[in-house]
C-alpha cells in the first residue's frame, strides 16, 4: 500500500512541479503584420500556408458546386426504362 501511495506522490510532483517552458510573445508581430495597409486580403496575409488553404477551399467548394448540379440535373431527367 505504501508504495502504490509513493509511487502516486511521485507522479504527482513530477507533473506539478516540472519547469514550463518560456514561449515568446508574438502577438505584437502579428497585430503589425496583418495592420499593415499592402494591399493584400486579409486572409491571405498569413503567408504561403494561407494561400494553400484558401486555394484548397476554393478548388473544394467549385467541385462540390459542380457534383450537387450535376446529381440536380441527373435526378431531373430520369433515366427511362424499355
Do not use: W
Not at 9 to 30: D, T
Amino acid at each position: 500500500m505504501y508504495r502504490v501511495l509513493a509511487v502516486q506522490q511521485m507522479a504527482r510532483r513530477s507533473i506539478c512541479s516540472s519547469a514550463r517552458r518560456q514561449v515568446e510573445n508574438k502577438v505584437s508581430q502579428k497585430q503589425k503584420m496583418f495592420q499593415e495597409d499592402n494591399g493584400m486580403p486579409i486572409h491571405l496575409k498569413g503567408g504561403s500556408s494561407d494561400a494553400l488553404l484558401y486555394r484548397a477551399t476554393m478548388v473544394l467548394t467549385v467541385l462540390g458546386v459542380g457534383f450537387t448540379l450535376y446529381e440536380l440535373v441527373k435526378a431531373s431527367f430520369p433515366q427511362k426504362k424499355d
